[in-house]
């Protein structure tokens, strides 16, 4: 096995290549223009992180650039297949017992199905299966509904071969109003009792009341309507995705950070949440590293904030989460996550723009992520000359279908990407 050891601040990163019949080992500096590649292990650490404003903050939008015919590069042994095109907003999505794959397009406000009828593994069926939501993101299958959560309200219609009418499950407002980020998330205990909500903040950094910057648990009534939820835990800026480990009752969130502090503040990240947990924003990030202007604000909170279990690149933009446990991956990874880097605007040396795997041995994540999905930039990193990223797409979604194909999301290009062994 060969190591490549690139060394930047706040991060380790490692890129393995597989040597046929070979374990040799060896160590060398990168070049800091290698683009991402499947199998590069990412460990940043609180400890090495920057002081505030190290380096100044700046925004740095992608440049969207045509695809081409490029496809997403994933690890060796793995069929990437582009499953469907021109899903114009692609967002969240979920993928039923049949393998039929169910897109949120938040911004036309539509829910649209796609299917591979004839097995060859891209989509041959497109149809807009419910529309006239608010900003829809949040999808579950659960009790034999499609459950769709949107800025408003949570809804839900009968799943199967043909598909009810669009209930209202929840009062209006239900999940903290409009305004700022705009995503809801959902996740449904496994007994189907509770449900959980992730709502963001209205800015990017401001004391805001509840249920903003939360995770919000709502109790299930028998005939499956919701009304107010209580806090579950709190501090968490943009909770974007969530979902329960199988076989488990661990909840689990991506969060995008706070802007503004430079390029190496602050990580995003991956973490277990549990009842009552309190994450730093505003007051706090990556543990107890004060925020300025706002830490003696409340030194309380500062000095009860969490370090979440694994960082990401700082402005990485976590959107989608999933677990492997069903996915046909090697026994090592199967307790393993699979999460969706949309990629930065807030960075002169831009990140993201892929998919990675959150590695975790013996039910606790180690600190590590490893590329999954890489390609969708075109461009390579370059800190000596930075430039806005060229990037035909940004992977927003991931979900793992019944056969253990992987589909991925993408926002910019429109497409959804089917991944197989």
């Not at 009752?249 to 190496?264: A, I, K, M, P």
Request: charged letters at 20%; one cysteine or more.
């Amino acid at each position: 096995m060969e190591w490549e050891i690139k060394m930047y601040p706040a991060r380790l990163l490692f890129s393995r290549s597989v040597i046929a019949a070979g374990i040799a080992l060896c160590a060398t500096m990168a070049q800091a223009q290698t683009p991402d590649q499947p199998g590069d292990v990412f460990e940043i650490r609180a400890q090495d992180l920057p002081a505030p404003f190290a380096t100044q903050s700046v925004g740095n939008s992608s440049d969207t650039v045509a695809r081409d015919g490029r496809i997403p590069i994933a690890p060796d042994g793995y069929t990437v297949t582009l499953f469907a095109a021109d899903i114009t907003g692609a967002r969240n999505l979920v993928v039923d017992q049949d393998g039929a794959v169910i897109v949120a397009r938040s911004r036309a406000g539509v829910v649209t199905l796609l299917r591979d009828r004839n097995g060859d593994g891209t989509a041959d069926q497109r149809e807009e299966i419910a529309s006239g939501f608010n900003r829809p993101h949040g999808l579950a299958l659960h009790d034999g509904y499609l459950w769709i959560a949107d800025l408003d309200r949570l809804y839900r219609l009968k799943w199967g071969q043909q598909w009810g009418r669009v209930e209202e499950m929840s009062p209006r407002g239900v999940f903290g109003g409009t305004g700022g980020h705009w995503t809801r998330n959902i996740a449904f205990s496994p007994d189907g009792k509770t449900l959980y909500a992730s709502i963001g903040s209205r800015g990017n950094i401001a004391e805001e009341p509840s249920p903003r910057a939360t995770i919000q648990r709502f109790s299930v009534a028998s005939d499956g309507k919701i009304e107010g939820g209580e806090t579950f835990a709190s501090g968490l800026r943009n909770p974007v995705g969530i979902a329960i480990k199988p076989g488990t009752d661990q909840l689990y969130t991506v969060v995008n950070e706070r802007d503004g502090l430079g390029d190496g503040l602050v990580p995003d990240y991956f973490t277990q949440v549990q009842q009552g947990d309190f994450y730093g924003w505003p007051y706090a990030y990556s543990g107890q590293y004060p925020q300025p202007d706002y830490a003696d604000r409340r030194p309380d909170l500062v000095a009860q904030s969490k370090l979440p279990d694994v960082l990401f690149e700082s402005h990485s933009a976590p959107i989608g989460l999933t677990f492997l446990a069903d996915a046909g991956v090697p026994t090592d990874w199967r307790d393993d996550a699979l999460v969706a880097l949309r990629g930065s605007w807030n960075a002169a040396v831009p990140t993201g723009y892929k998919v990675v795997r959150v590695e975790i041995q013996e039910g606790v994540p180690t600190g590590r992520y490893i590329n999954f999905l890489t390609g969708f930039r075109v461009d390579a990193p370059n800190p000596d000359a930075p430039s806005p990223a060229k990037v035909w797409g940004r992977p927003v979604g991931v979900a793992v279908g019944p056969d253990g194909a992987i589909y991925v999301s993408d926002d910019t290009g429109g497409t959804i990407w089917r991944i197989s062994k």
